[in-house]
């Protein structure tokens, strides 16, 4: 399906990083020239991409899922970007004409299943999966909202919290902790951050009330158990995914108070064997009495336009730790398989 002539030059390949085989990003990436995508459907952009955010996702998925039950190859990784509209179908809004700066979103079935991705410089999209960027907020920070900012939300309203309650963020310098921290105080919450002493100044940059170093008061489920005991959290927000944290978190936590976790540092398979018990052994059999909350994110349009007008009005910020070029990709990738990752490492994809 023909869309209207570009006014842009549209070049007739591209680069992309791609992946025909599972493994760790630097064992499997290759930076690949392709064919530029072009538009099939009438609600389809074609965007020129600016800057990729890499997440703690990709890794996951290109090393658990087999290729061979994807749609296409070679894949594609990576969830969210920032770009510029060059071509688009007949059936898109108005707002979304070609020169038009956009944030895109992915939703995950599209990277797992069908192999498509933001590491490239260009691709299609719906329009539902892209949102207008003002001029007012960067590419780079734009590139690196839709994950942290999505999931922290969520997070946030999942708590049910009315402001002036006590939350306490594990992982308070992972990308989706230092959001979490800049939402909940946003709600009026009196916010504890479980975060290194390297970590602490930032965090409390971004609103924290309280940093705990959780290395120099380890264990921290025995800090936090004689420290809080007489004044426990309302809610517990988990973005790094501790195990202990919640077998503990009754001398801590209000008998009411949810443990919201999204995290997978302890592995994916233990995080989910974890959650199952969490969810079910009764405290009988040694279960904990607390609610155990674990959900994924589904990116969604209307909290995507709600993040980037807090970016616009400044009440929201992106902390990015490193910018890469397009060549220098895995670099970021090993950083963020580390699970040393300090805010958002994003890739600058076109080099003009």
Known sequence: MSSSPPPFDIPPTMRAWTYTTRGTPRSILSLSTLPTPTIQNPKDVLVRVSHTAINPDGPLVMSMFPTSLRWSRPLIPELECSGTIVAHGPSTPFELRPGTDVVVFFQPIQTIILGKGGLAEYLVVSAENVVVKPKEVGFEEAAGVTGIGQTAAKMVRVAKLKGEERVLVNGGSTGVGMMAVQMLKMRGCHVVALASRRNAELVKSLGADEVIDYREEHPVWTYLAREYK????????????????FVHSPAYLKEDGPFINVGGFEGIMRTFLNAFSNWYLPTLFGGIPRKYIFHSTIPNREVEIEL??????RKLKVVIEKLYSMEDALEGYDKIVSKRARGKHIVKVQSS
């Open 308 to 313: 980037i007008e807090m970016l616009r009005n």
């Open 230 to 245: 007489g004044r426990p959290f309302d809610a517990i927000i988990d973005t790094a995914g501790t195990q202990a944290l």
